[in-house]
C-alpha cells in the first residue's frame, strides 16, 4: 500500500477506534473489497494501526489514565480494575488474535465472519440498558471477558466492552471512560504485536497510518465522551446502522 491509502487508513480506524462500530472489521471489509488486498493483509494493517489510537485514547483519559497506573501500585481503583481486565482480557484476546483471526482471514468465507460479528455487535449495542453504578471489580472481569471476546473479526470492542458494562449496572459515562482506558492497553498492545512479530512496521508508509490513525482517534474518543451522557438514546441508531451492514454482507450477491 502507498503513502495515500495509509493515511485514508488511518484516518478511517482512528475515527472508527472509539466508536461501537468495529473498526478493524470495517477496514478490513474495505481493503479486501475496494482496494483488492487481501483479508490477511487487511488484518494486519487494521491491527497495526491501533498504535495511533492507543496514544489518542492515551491523551484523552490522560488523568484517568495517571490515577490508573498511581492507584495501581496502591491496590486501589481504578488501578485494580484496568489490572484485573487486562488479566482476564489478555490471554483469551491473544490466543483469538494467534489462532482464530489467521484461520478466518484464510477463509473465503472471511465477508460472512465479519458480518455475524457485526450482527453480534449490534445485538450486544442494542440490548443492555443503562445501571446507575461505576466500574468495580465485577464490571472488570466481565469488560475484560469482552474485551478478549471482541479480538474476532467484526466484533466492536469498544461496543461490547461498554454494553458488558452497561449489562453489569455500570452508568454509560463510567462505561465509555473506563472502554477507553482499557483499550489503551489492549490496542496498544496488539499495534505492537503486529509491528514487530507481523512485520507490518517495515513499511514506512505505515508510520504515517499510525499517525492520521491518532488524530482520527482524538476526534472520535472525544466524540464518545461528549455523547457517554447520552449514549442510550443513540445506541439504537448504531445498533440498526451495524445491523444493516452486517446483513448485506451475509445475503449472498
Known amino acids: 500500500m502507498d503513502i495515500i491509502e495509509w493515511v485514508i487508513l488511518g484516518i478511517m480506524q482512528g475515527f ?11 477496514l478490513s ?4 473489497t475496494v482496494s483488492g488486498v487481501s483479508a490477511a493483509e487487511a488484518v494486519r494493517a487494521a491491527f497495526f494501526l491501533h498504535l495511533g489510537t492507543a496514544a489518542a485514547g492515551a491523551v484523552i483519559v490522560e488523568d484517568y489514565l495517571a490515577s490508573a497506573i498511581k492507584s495501581l501500585f496502591k ?14 482480557s489478555a490471554p483469551l484476546g491473544f490466543a483469538i488474535i ?4 489467521p484461520a478466518a482471514t484464510a477463509s473465503s468465507s472471511f465477508r460472512v465472519v465479519v458480518g455475524l460479528g457485526l450482527l453480534v455487535t449490534a445485538v450486544a449495542v442494542l440490548l443492555p440498558k443503562e445501571g446507575h453504578g461505576g466500574v468495580g471489580l ?7 471477558l469482552a474485551q ?3 479480538a474476532l473479526p467484526g466484533i466492536s470492542r469498544s461496543g461490547l466492552t461498554i454494553a458488558a458494562q452497561l449489562w453489569a449496572g455500570a452508568r454509560s459515562e463510567e462505561a465509555v471512560r473506563f472502554s477507553i482506558l482499557m483499550g489503551v492497553i489492549a490496542t496498544g498492545i496488539a499495534g505492537v504485536y503486529y509491528a514487530v512479530s507481523e512485520g507490518v512496521a517495515n513499511d514506512p ?3 504515517v497510518g499510525a499517525l492520521s490513525a491518532f488524530f482520527g482517534g482524538l476526534a472520535s474518543g472525544w466524540l464518545m465522551v461528549k ?4 449514549y442510550s438514546a443513540l445506541k439504537t441508531l448504531v445498533a440498526l446502522a451495524i445491523l444493516a451492514e452486517a446483513v448485506a454482507l451475509l445475503v449472498p450477491g
Open 138 to 144: 465485577r464490571e472488570a472481569i466481565i469488560a475484560g
Open 75 to 88: 491496590g486501589g481503583s481504578p488501578g485494580t480494575e484496568l489490572a484485573v481486565a487486562t488479566i482476564v
Open 29 to 32: 471489509i474495505y481493503l479486501s
Open 148 to 150: 478478549g471476546i471482541a
Open 16 to 26: 472508527l477506534e472509539w466508536l461501537p462500530v468495529s473498526s478493524s472489521g470495517q
Open 98 to 101: 494467534k489462532f482464530v483471526v
Open 205 to 207: 508508509a505505515s508510520a
Open 227 to 230: 455523547v457517554s451522557r447520552h
